[in-house]
Every structure is written in C-alpha cells, then in structure tokens.
C-alpha cells in the first residue's frame, strides 16, 4: 500500500510562489505517473498537471499551464509542483495522486495524499 504524504501549502498573496512537495512511500516504476489535482470549495477536484515519472511527458490543464511546472526527483521519491504567478481561483486544497494508467480523470489514479491547502489572498 503506498502512502503519499503532501507539504507545501499555505496562505499566499496574488502573484507569489508556492512549491508543493508530494513524498510517496513504497517504489514508483518508471512507466507510473504522478498527478497534481485540485478542490476549491463547492467544487469538483480538477486535474491541474501530471508526469511520468520516467522523467518524459508532462502535461498541464489550461489553467495553470505556463505558471505550474511539476518535476520530480526519483532520489527522494518526491514530487513538486512549483506554483508561480498564483491567482486567488487558484485556492484549494491540492492533492498528489499516483497511477498506472496516463488520464486527467481522477478515477485513474489508485493512490491519494491527505491534501495541502492553498490560499490565494486578493
């Protein structure tokens, strides 16, 4: 059973940084993927970026790409998600999330962190 385990988060004003941290126990293989969701208040968690965590394909959701970058760092078992130029709709709670199978559907990911909030103040 893996365990991810999230950090990073806190209360921002527009425009700073974040970098979340996503710290899974347990091997990851090479052709798994790791994801970055989100759920703002009221609403339905969202996928906001993924990596293989082979290192080769990333991919963003329109409303963070060019501000969000995810990487990882296969030493350490850990997964970022650098948040740049943050905008209050960007407050939610975050989840990492880990899968076999490449999708933006929450359903394809097998295992989940706690969440880490963001807020985004205006």
């Known amino acids: 059973q893996m365990q991810l385990v999230e950090s990073g988060g806190g209360l921002v004003q527009t425009g700073d940084s974040l970098r979340l941290s996503c710290t899974a126990s347990?091997?990851?293989?090479?052709?798994?993927?790791m994801a970055w969701f989100r759920q703002a208040p009221g609403k339905e968690r969202e996928f906001a970026a993924r990596?293989?965590?082979?290192?080769?394909?990333?991919y963003y959701s329109d409303s963070v790409k060019g501000r969000f970058a995810i990487s990882r760092d296969t030493a350490k078992n850990t997964v970022y998600l650098q948040m740049n130029s943050l905008k209050p709709e960007d407050t939610a709670v975050y989840y990492c999330?880990?899968?076999?199978?490449?999708?933006?559907?929450?359903?394809?990911?097998?295992?989940w962190g706690q969440g880490t909030q963001v807020t985004v103040s205006s």
């Open positions: 999330a880990v899968g076999t199978l490449n999708g933006d559907q929450a359903s394809v990911y097998d295992y």
């Open positions: 347990g091997r990851i293989f090479i052709n798994y993927y």
């Open positions: 990596i293989k965590w082979s290192g080769t394909g990333t």
